[in-house]
């Protein structure tokens, strides 16, 4: 079969660094080709080439059996190559279809805009994808799946034979992907070439047929999705092998209780939760899309105001109003949005780690110690294994996993005995997920007690010495980690609200 793409010995050098070293990738019509590596593996480099954001210092790129270099990305579309980035670039304010062809309007004569042309050529695009949406709809009123549909229809709109599509299910739930996967295979069945960057291995068995890996800029195998098992393709990105597989936790004996919650309600978020968490413990929460378990964990950071329970620390009541409180009581919350909510992204990896803990440092007429600043944060870059060029370095230069050691190293500083931690690798590659993983369990082993949570149930079974279960507001279960709980059990308590209520008809 001819491939769409073959690229062979690609070369890429930047200042100081040379990011791919003689790559090879290529891609056959009707197949998805999923590209797997650590961040800084040079997938998104490789991709750029391709998509002629970046030129090739080496190398040969054949489209259709012809070597092409294109230096921008409209001449690499009118090769049929699409691509859709994980940061999504449409305008809320105008219309599907106005952003689908958005400075290619048909028009009338005189240059009026034609309207009723611009919605019928949307809408024969949608009719390709199986896809019911209105052209007229204004952008900002659809959810993230739809708008994610939209960046395929505009790209399909240029007639690309080839679509790469960079995390393109970072931010969707579970029914929004399996939509995407639907769109997809449709594009598939119709010969459309579709390169698949994503850190989630699940999605692998799901979606490709080939996997091709890279580490540290160079090219590490192709192979078969269905008959590779994913532990070889975890062991090829990072070069070792990881263990993903639920551990029987150890033993906490009679382990005193850092936090008692009892009764916690918050409208119709949370209903009646209670739960304890002993020291040196890792209690996991899992449920579906708004279960409420992010929304247990504000309430008890004092980020959003509780009706009523009561919550202790070490046996002792406490009244938590605000996240200084928290702070106060030695809790620290690590938000899903860590760039938003855990970090300020324009400081310095240093003074991140210091934010909390800033009264620490300042002297007398409010000066501030920069050296003891500088001198404690390196102590943290190194127990935690942050890989920085410096303590000086802007904190939204790390790759994802460094980010989030930031966030641990700046609640670690102000002490906090209990950590809750809300989707701790959400955008995280597979190698810096064991390093998260290895460092909650090291935590956990110096008497901290944790709290995560999150969507992926092998993590929730990976960590947890209990699982929580929510459905619906209401903590419908907890369960023993390690192996004798299955995804299915996590599961049945998931969904048991609504079997409740069906059976009884009552709330309970």
Known sequence: MEKLVDMTGIDKHFPGVHALKSVQFNLLPGEVHALMGENGAGKSTLMKILSGIYQRDGGTLEVDGQIVSPTTPREAQDLGIGIIHQELSLMNDL???QNIFIGREPRKRFGRLDDAALNAQTAGIF????LN???RTQVGSLTIAKQQMIEIAKALSYRSKMLIMDEPTAALNDAEIAELFVIIRR?????????????KMDEL??????VTVMRDGEYVGTVSAADTPVSK???MMVGREVNEEPLDPPVLGDAALSLEVSGLNRGKDIRDVSFSVRKGEILGFAGLMGAGRTEVARAIFGADPKDSGEIRVHGKPVSIRSPKDAVRAGIGYLSEDRKHFGLATGMNVRDNIALASMDRFVGIGGVLHDGEISTTAKSYIQQLGIRTPSDAQEVRLLSGGNQQKVVIAKWLLRDCDILIFDEPTRGIDVGAKSEIYKLLEDLAAQGKTIIVISSELPEIMRLSHRIAVMCEGHLTGILPGGKGTTQEDIMHLATQRTAAMQVTGTAQ
């Open 95 to 97: 219309t599907v279809a």
């Open 127 to 130: 009719a390709s994808m199986n």
């Open 133 to 135: 949406l209105d052209p």
């Open 187 to 199: 594009l598939r069945a119709e010969g459309v070439g579709i390169v698949y960057i994503s850190h």
């Open 205 to 210: 068995k799901q979606i490709a047929d080939r």
């Open 233 to 235: 393709i975890i062991a």
